[in-house]
Structure formats: structure tokens, C-alpha cells
């Protein structure tokens, strides 16, 4: 897989926060665009072909394609998209809402035994897991409306730039869905292909989608098993360490050195070293144990926690895994920081319920904050 198509992976809740007043670039005439049906389209006929050759079904080929049609939405949602930039602040407050907090802690407590079998199989937090579903579809409440058959055969016959990449995740989508036994024509998405609880587009979906009930079925449409064990197999597969700390507080000077790069989401390349020569050091909790390795590779972070107010941060290689699942240190941060709040909350509500159990008050809220 490469780091384009992963990097295309689930900025569809984004996109859709994002999106509005888009322009579009892709001028289609009306002849071109009134129908993929094979006989009509020689690209959906070459894609019938290229598919066929590998084993599906020619007349279901066929007789899907004939059913798809062009969305001139998708492409304006897409442009869309791409104009907006949130600084850390903004973007923090789309995700970090009591009631997402709220949600996820329920999520955890719902789902417990498959996260902690899922954690230990693959050594990634249960709530990093959870908070992973929360960003992506609030827990699989919104998995997204758009059909994604059209959607991707309108970006992958008419996007002007990015054709052959979703060309590519809908040839991957139609395999799954004949290998899953799905009607393609009935699968819902995000308008860029993202599907189910987690938002894999299709090439993720094929490569890290597991079955983690053991049902013989993949299903991350509807089964939340399946997606718990999901993402979690989908961060081991992007080399995720277990028990390192995901980003460390750190302070640095008043204006952040010109020499070094921050909020990169390209494979961290610098070592805690380096940025302690420029003056930027780990402090507060946890800082003891982050110095204890000089030589970790960091992801210097300069992020505006206000309009006028700006932190340093350092991510550790886990921080570089998330911003695996998509390509922005804005994400990373957001789903770190909801995982850390759901746990504060489900430790909370569990210390709630013991209360309640035992008839005491031996465990005070203040106690698990
Ligand atoms: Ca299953």
C-alpha cells in the first residue's frame, strides 16, 4: 500500500465538517457523465475486463456498473475540502465535546472484554481503539450516507487529478463486496469511499480488515467486533510500540527555531537530541522517563492552543503511527487527547458504579480523576 492511498484513508468527517461553497474544477459535459453502464463507457468496460480476468464474475460486473451513476457532489465536496485549514484549537473543540467523551466511555464500557482482548493481541490502549471510532463515526453513528459505488467510479473516472487512486479503491471495493457477498449498490460511505465504524476505504479494508468474532465474515458495515479488532490490527501493522507514550508536553523557545520542521507527518527523522539542542525539552509529567532515550525519534509539534497562546509538544513514534491512519498531526492529537479523556471517564463511571455496589464511598470521583 502506498503512503498516498493510506494517506487518503478517512478524512471524510473532516471533509464533510469542512466542507461548503467548494468550486468545481471538474467540468463534465452531461453526454459524458449519463451513465457508467459498460456498454456506454469504455472505462467501466476496461475496468469489467481488468476485474473479470481476475476472477469476478463478468455478468455481476456488468451489471453493477450498469447501475452506477455519476455525483457531481462528490467531486464539489472534494474541492470543498481542501480550502479550509483548522488551527489546533478549532479543530480540537469539533472533537473533544462532552457528550463524544460521554459516548466513548459508554462505547468502552459496552465493548470491554473485545478491547482488552484486542489490546492484548495487538498491544494498542482500548481507548485509543475507541476514541479512533469516536473521531472516524461517533461510534458508528454516522458511517457516512453516500453511496459508495457511485461516489468512487465519479472520483475514479472524473477526478483530475487523483483518478487512478480511486480507480484503484474501486476496483477494491467491488472485490470486497463480491467476496463479502454485499450488494455494492447498497454500501453507504463517506463521499471519498471510507466505510463502517472505522473508515477504511477499500485497499485499507482489504489489507488490515479482520475478523475478530470469527463469524467467517469481515464486516466492519455493521460489526463492531470486527472493527474493534480492526484497528487495533491496522496500528500493529503500522509498527505500533506498545506501552511508549504517544507525545510528551515540552517547552521551548518563545518563538519556535526556523531550523527544524514541525507537524510533519512524514516518518520522523530527528531524535529528541536534536530538538534539545534547539532548545525545546520535554516537562511535566512523564518527561523523566521520555529523556531516558535521546536517540527516540520525535515529531516536533508547535500547535495554537488559543488564538495567541502556542505549546510545544514532542510525539514519539506511536504519534507518527496515528497520523498512519491519517496524514495530520491535528488528528493524532485529537484522537490522543479524546482517548485520554474517555479513560478518565470510564474510570470515573466505573468507580461510580462500584460505589453504588459496595454502598460506600470509599472511591470518590476526585480519587480517579
Ligand atoms: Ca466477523
Given at each position: 500500500m502506498t503512503k498516498a492511498r493510506e494517506g487518503f484513508r478517512c478524512v471524510c468527517i473532516l471533509m464533510y465538517l469542512m466542507a461548503g461553497g467548494g468550486v468545481s474544477s471538474a467540468a463534465v459535459s452531461a453526454s459524458e457523465v449519463a451513465s457508467f453502464h459498460p456498454d456506454d463507457h469504455p472505462d467501466t468496460a476496461a475496468l469489467v475486463a481488468e476485474l473479470s480476468a481476475e476472477g469476478l464474475p463478468q455478468h455481476w460486473l456488468h451489471d453493477v456498473l450498469a447501475r452506477t451513476s455519476y455525483r457531481q457532489e462528490v467531486l464539489d465536496a472534494m474541492d470543498g475540502a481542501a480550502e479550509r485549514r483548522l488551527v489546533w484549537h478549532e479543530y480540537r473543540n469539533i472533537f473533544l465535546k462532552e457528550e463524544r467523551i460521554e459516548q466513548g466511555a459508554d462505547f468502552m464500557r459496552l465493548h470491554l472484554p473485545t478491547l482488552e482482548r484486542a489490546s492484548q493481541q495487538f498491544g494498542v490502549p482500548a481507548e485509543i481503539i475507541t476514541a479512533i471510532i469516536g473521531v472516524e463515526t461517533y461510534y458508528g453513528r454516522f458511517k457516512g450516507k453516500h453511496p459508495v459505488l457511485d461516489s468512487l467510479a465519479t472520483l475514479g473516472f472524473h477526478h483530475p487529478t487523483r483518478g487512478a487512486f480511486f480507480r484503484g479503491e474501486l476496483a477494491a471495493m467491488l472485490e470486497i463486496a463480491f467476496e463479502q457477498g454485499v450488494d455494492p449498490t447498497e454500501l453507504r460511505g463517506s463521499y471519498a469511499g471510507a466505510m463502517g465504524y472505522p473508515q477504511f476505504i477499500p485497499t485499507s479494508y482489504q489489507a488490515y480488515a479482520i475478523d475478530f468474532d470469527k463469524d467467517g465474515i469481515r464486516d466492519l458495515w455493521n460489526n463492531p467486533v470486527d472493527a474493534i479488532g480492526s484497528v487495533a490490527n491496522y496500528f500493529a501493522e503500522h509498527n505500533w510500540k506498545a506501552g511508549e507514550p504517544i507525545y510528551q508536553q515540552a517547552e521551548g523557545p518563545k518563538s519556535p527555531p526556523d531550523t527544524i520542521e514541525f507537524n510533519q507527518s512524514s516518518t520522523p527523522t530527528l531524535t529528541l537530541n536534536d530538538v534539545m539542542e534547539v532548545g525545546i525539552t520535554p516537562q511535566g509529567q512523564g518527561a523523566e522517563a521520555f529523556m531516558s532515550d535521546p536517540e527516540r525519534r520525535v515529531v516536533p509539534l508547535y500547535l495554537?492552543?488559543?488564538?495567541v497562546e502556542q505549546d510545544y509538544r514532542l510525539g514519539g513514534f506511536n504519534f507518527y503511527v496515528i497520523m498512519r491512519y491519517n496524514h495530520s498531526h491535528l488528528y493524532a492529537m485529537a484522537v490522543t487527547e479524546l482517548a485520554q479523556a474517555i479513560a478518565e471517564k470510564a474510570a470515573v463511571k466505573d468507580a461510580g458504579i462500584l460505589k453504588a455496589i459496595n454502598g460506600d464511598d470509599m472511591v470518590s470521583e476526585r480519587d480517579v480523576q
Open positions: 495554537h492552543i488559543s488564538d
